[in-house]
């Protein structure tokens, strides 16, 4: 049976300007009414987004929900500075997380990839922060079918450095402020642990989803998997050091993102 789809161009126009320019807002008249909906949205709002795809967030789905959103080039960020739009109370929100460089394309195509396939085309793994912001309003009522139609809460990625050693799906997360040597004494110290199986796990489904809806992922595209923490809030202007267990430490610092 082919599924009806009904777009909104004045959602998708909101959300894209939305995105952009850092705003939050309540609900629109018109909302998805189903994954198809809300998933054709968020791709209608990518190609009003004056920027690239370069890579996908993603994790397991459900019968009742798919996991997945684009990044996006204005939104990947390295370095010591990381620009981001902050929440109501001028905080940082950001997800700690391993990013899956490919190394090689994975064309769309008729028969499914193996894991083997995808373990394969994945070149380098770093340490990466998501950047999270809704547009909807706190407030706002927005359920997981808004969510998905605006992106899952994504705002873009910080990309740290390789990983030293093996993928994990626990360890310690350790982080202080303010260029403090980081010890047992100063540290804020956190069970961190994968949400799936194994950090990978959540790829092998995007990548056939999206196959199967005929889009390529390219060589050098970026993959992230979910939360070792949760959301973390942090505040902006002063140095963090984070430490994801024996996987290698990152420096940065927060300020407000102003414009694209």
């Known amino acids: 049976m082919t599924q009806q789809i009904k777009l909104s161009a004045g959602l998708i126009a909101e959300l894209a300007d939305r995105r952009q320019q850092g705003r939050v807002g309540p609900l629109l008249a018109q909302r998805p009414s189903n ?3 809300a998933f054709a949205t968020q791709q209608a709002v990518a190609t009003l987004f004056a920027s690239p795809v370069i890579g996908w967030k993603c994790g397991m789905p459900s019968s009742e929900r798919w996991v997945l959103a684009p990044l996006f080039h204005t939104e990947l960020q390295s370095g010591n500075q990381c620009k981001i739009w902050p929440n109501a109370n001028g905080l940082a929100r950001v997800e700690p997380e391993l990013c899956f460089v490919l190394k090689q394309p994975l064309p769309a195509r008729v028969l499914p ?3 083997e396939e995808i373990d394969h ?5 770093h340490l990466a922060l998501e950047l999270i912001q809704s547009r909807y309003a706190v407030d706002a009522g927005a359920e997981f079918l ?6 899952l809460f994504n705002q873009g990625m910080w990309l740290g450095p390789p990983i030293d050693g093996p993928e994990l799906a626990e360890f310690t997360l350790r982080f202080v402020l303010d260029d403090k040597t980081m010890t047992d004494d100063s ?4 069970a961190a642990k994968h949400p799936n199986q194994a950090p990978r796990l959540p790829l092998y489904w995007l990548v056939n989803f999206l196959s199967s809806h005929q889009i390529d992922l390219t060589k050098g595209q970026m993959l992230i998997t979910g939360s070792y923490a949760g959301v973390l809030e942090f505040p902006l202007h002063r140095p963090v050091s984070m430490q994801f267990g024996q996987l290698g430490q990152c420096n940065f ?7 694209f």
């Open 35 to 37: 994954l198809y909906e």
């Open 113 to 115: 990839y193996t894991p």
């Open 121 to 125: 085309a994945i070149g380098t793994t």
């Open 146 to 151: 808004d969510q998905l139609a605006d992106g």
């Open 187 to 190: 540290a804020v110290a956190i």
């Open 253 to 259: 610092t927060f300020s407000p993102r102003h414009s």
